[in-house]
């Protein structure tokens, strides 16, 4: 079982940044592929990025390619995205999530794939 908690949401101004992060319990996290993944009102929640258990495979959305970043840091049980020149469309509740299972990025452009989730951080990006 892992329990996820996001932080680091808030609100900004179109062209701004924030970093968002993802602390996790259990002696597993390093073991685990981890992803965010948001939900715009009135819509589903779509994949944002994802990261193997080793930081050496990252896949991202084709709307965040360029702009956002994920990384990891199993030292401290902690995934994070950074989010540059953010945009209005950006605005969502973002959601980290992990799975135990080897990394297999076709199952997160679903929005889905994966077996834990976090309770979600807002992200509002102003015009």
């Known amino acids: 079982q892992v329990q996820l908690v996001e932080s680091g949401g808030g609100l900004v101004q179109a062209g701004g940044s924030l970093r968002l992060s993802c602390a996790a319990s259990g002696r597993t996290f390093s073991s685990y592929t981890m992803g965010w993944f948001r939900q715009a009102p009135g819509k589903e929640r779509e994949f944002v990025a994802a990261i193997n258990w080793s930081g050496g495979r990252t896949d991202y959305a084709d709307s965040v390619k360029g702009r956002f970043t994920i990384s990891r840091d199993n030292a401290k049980n902690t995934v994070y995205l950074q989010m540059n020149n953010l945009k209005p469309e950006d605005t969502a509740v973002y959601y980290c999530?992990?799975?135990?299972?080897?990394?297999?990025?076709?199952?997160?452009?679903?929005?889905?794939?994966?077996?834990?989730w976090g309770k979600g951080t807002l992200v509002t990006v102003s015009s």
């Open positions: 999530a992990a799975d135990p299972r080897r990394y297999a990025s076709t199952n997160y452009y679903s929005g889905g794939g994966m077996d834990y």
